[in-house]
């Protein structure tokens, strides 16, 4: 893919994370509610966002990025699949980097 068309994508997905940042902004509903994993859809699709920002970063990857991309939507889909283990899969995340 040519950086062109990466950048293209790239500034296409700010318009639409605007959209859903505003809507998650806007949802009422507080952690223990019924509407709460509504709007943790909204915030995993936030995330899954910058999660395309960082991968079609027309430059090196930024693995710092990466990493806390990860760790952001394996937390939040953690409510959703709390069988697999999500959340303790972030351990790993940070070993061997600057995090440690």
Do not use: C
């Amino acid at each position: 893919m040519k950086t062109a068309e990466q950048q293209a994508i790239i500034d296409t997905s700010w318009g639409i994370h605007d959209q859903v940042e505003r809507a998650y902004l806007a949802h009422p509903a507080r952690k223990g509610e019924d509407a709460w994993l509504d709007k943790q859809r909204l915030l995993l699709a936030d995330m899954a966002l910058h999660l395309l920002q960082t991968a079609l970063k027309p430059e090196d990857m930024p693995l710092d990025k990466l990493q806390n991309n990860l760790h952001a939507i394996l937390t939040i889909s953690d409510q959703f699949l709390p069988q697999a283990g999500l959340k303790q899969a972030t351990e790993h995340l940070y070993t061997g980097s600057s995090h440690d």
